[in-house]
């Protein structure tokens, strides 16, 4: 009892200290906010009185502040979308390989991240000079190119290896991490094509590869100042090749290369039946991949919307709305037309739909308007459909989670669609060239032509590249697990661990 | 004695277990299981491509009772686990040899 009264008496002294005594010593307080933040927060040689040049000062600091938070915030909703290819990919696959499936999704972060660092940011953005947007950037100054047609033709960049002193910057670090999540989706795009069947330590190789050297290569021609960036300033086509968020250069690249390793690692076990038989293979967990399909789009607003590398560009609102419409479109048409063809809407084939509409307004979603999202999104669900059955049907190439369908065909769709619908009120400037960027359905059709060499180029120079990797490396070591390994499911001979294990546990003694 | 053997539809359980335990049956043994009977399964379609669901998703149901019992239980079975379309499962009755409790060593119908 006495316990008691001495607690609250201690309680009454300290509601006495805190609530009453402060309010006769210090400012008031401000529940709206509508006060906080005033002159007197403007560092100044005379306090409340600052000059135009202090005033600037903190205006400049906090313009380059807001765009640096944009860029990290979006960079780690970017970073977050590894969590919904791993659910995509684990659940359109079977049971028995879902720890390899996870791994390679996994892994594919920390292997993509550190080749990235060591060479992939140096090739791509080692010329890409000063990056306002960010403060400036110094020290990405250094550009390989070569002489053609009098013009020339810029083709890789070599500073900024390991993210060195010289480019030790808060600006270069921040590009680094938006650029690297970047990367890591095109990386983990062909673990879908190629699942359940790839060995690991193939795997590992493959992620260096594509992270060190394809990935930044092709990055470098589009977002690095390379040369299909200056189709525009050399040849007069458009802006150049133009990609906002990444539909060729993240995407097409990324389903490209999931092509290619699919068609070298040849289809799983059971696909194909020798009397031209095509089987399905049913995903065994829709929800996990419906899920992960929807934290793809959560992370998509990152993708497209930070790719202004601005939140003082207020373009972003544009860009986020579009992104939005197109999914909703893509996923909407490709369930009309599952519906129509087979009377039933194949969630798997929602989930494509609506990937597919995000991949396509990649490119044009910051130069179009809202209605010609929605044309672009629906397109990309009858495209992503009619691809998925060509390519198992036709094509007999076996692709468990459609990654060649949704990344590839509407990759490339995605860039060339921006050089039909681009409506000019944005994009002044935009690789060097005057004037807002304008697609053949608004008069330029050089941004078409610039739009389709950039589709071209990436596909033939991936392809190439990475058919050539997957092949040496295939008749070096091997890149498929052996049979009697893909039939038991790959958990316990290649990760020594079985995803789901329903039994109660090893006994312990 | 009998053992009643029952492959229901799974939504069927709990409709079947309460008729039972109402009836006065005092035990049930129920399984997951898969199979298929005379319609072999049925067909879907996957991404595009038909294939054949062979083995339906069923439950299992066993129980023990006396020979003058095990009558009304399958009536009682039959009635709540009938829909009258294809797919409502099959039951089977054994015979029984004997029935042990474990814990107390009790044999035959006592045990139940």
Not at chain 1, 59 to 75: C, D, E, Q, R, Y
Request: charged residues 15%; contains cysteine.
């Amino acid at each position: 009892m006495k316990g008691n009264n001495i607690t609250a008496l201690l309680l009454f002294i300290f509601l006495l200290l805190v609530v009453i005594a402060p309010s006769n010593s210090f400012a008031d307080p401000d529940p709206s906010g509508a006060n906080t933040g005033t002159i007197n927060d403007v560092p100044a040689a005379t306090a409340g009185q600052p000059t135009v040049e202090e005033v600037g000062a903190v205006a400049g600091h906090n313009k380059i502040s807001i765009n640096i938070m944009w860029t990290l915030v979006a960079g780690f909703l970017v970073m977050f979308m590894q969590a919904g290819f791993a659910m995509v990919e684990t659940g359109f696959t079977r049971a028995k390989n879902v720890a390899h499936t996870m791994g390679m999704n996994f892994l594919v972060y920390a292997i993509g991240m550190i080749g990235f660092w060591i060479s992939g940011f140096a090739f791509m953005f080692g010329g890409v000079g000063a990056i306002g947007a960010l403060g400036g950037t110094p020290g990405l100054n250094s550009m390989f190119s070569i002489e053609l047609f009098g013009k020339t033709f810029e083709l890789v960049g070599y500073s900024g290896f390991f993210l060195n002193n010289a480019v030790y910057d808060v600006g270069v670090f921040t590009l680094f991490l938006f650029q690297m999540v970047f990367m890591d989706t095109t990386a983990t795009i062909p673990t879908g094509s190629m699942a359940e069947r790839w060995k690991f330590t193939a795997f590992i190789i493959y992620g260096f590869f594509i992270s060190m050297i394809v990935y930044p290569l092709f990055g470098n021609w589009v977002w690095g100042g390379g040369w299909l960036a200056d189709l525009g300033v050399n040849f007069g086509l458009g802006h150049g090749h133009v990609d906002f968020a990444g539909s060729s250069v993240v995407h097409l690249v990324g389903g490209v290369a999931a092509l290619a390793g699919a068609i070298v690692i040849g289809p799983r076990i059971g696909k194909y039946t020798r009397d031209g038989k095509v089987n399905a293979i049913p995903g065994h967990n829709i929800p996990m991949a419906m899920v992960g399909t929807f934290i793809l789009a959560f992370g998509w607003f990152g993708f497209n919307a930070g790719s202004t590398l601005a939140g003082t560009d207020l373009r972003i609102g544009v860009v986020a709305t579009n992104t939005m419409i197109a999914s909703g479109a893509g996923a909407l048409v490709a369930t009309i037309f599952m519906l129509i063809k087979f009377k039933k809407p194949d969630p798997s084939m929602m989930a494509n739909g609506l990937l597919a509409g995000l991949v396509a307004i990649t490119a044009p979603c910051a130069f179009v308007n809202s209605w010609a999202s929605f044309v672009i999104g629906a397109i990309a669900g009858v495209l992503v459909v009619a691809a998925v059955f060509f390519i198992d049907h036709k094509l007999h190439i076996d692709d468990p989670v459609g990654a060649v369908a949704v990344h590839g065909v509407n990759g490339a769709w995605g860039v060339l669609s921006l050089g039909l619908f681009a409506d000019g009120s944005y994009g002044d400037g935009w690789n060097g060239v005057a004037g807002g960027v304008k697609g053949l359905f608004y008069g330029d059709g050089g941004q078409f032509a610039a739009q389709l060499i950039g589709t071209l180029t990436c596909i033939i120079f991936v392809f190439a590249l990475m058919y050539g990797f997957f092949k040496i490396q295939h008749k070096l070591f091997g890149i498929r697990v052996n049979a009697e390994d893909e039939v038991e499911g790959l958990d316990t001979p290649e990760m020594g661990v079985l995803g789901y294990d329903y039994s109660s546990g090893p006994e312990q003694k | 004695m009998k053992k009643i053997e029952a492959i229901i539809r799974p939504h069927k359980l709990d409709e079947v277990q309460d008729a039972l335990s109402e009836a006065g049956y005092p035990g049930l043994t129920v399984s997951e299981v898969r199979g298929y009977g005379r319609q072999k399964g049925h067909k879907e379609i996957y991404r595009g491509t038909e294939y054949n669901i062979n083995f339906v998703p069923k439950l299992k149901i066993e129980l023990i009772c006396s020979d003058e019992r095990a009558e009304a239980a399958l009536e009682i079975i039959i009635k709540t686990s009938k829909t009258g379309e294809v797919g409502d499962g099959k039951i089977f009755v054994y015979n029984v040899a004997d029935a042990i409790r474990i814990r107390t060593g009790e044999s035959g119908e006592s045990a139940l």
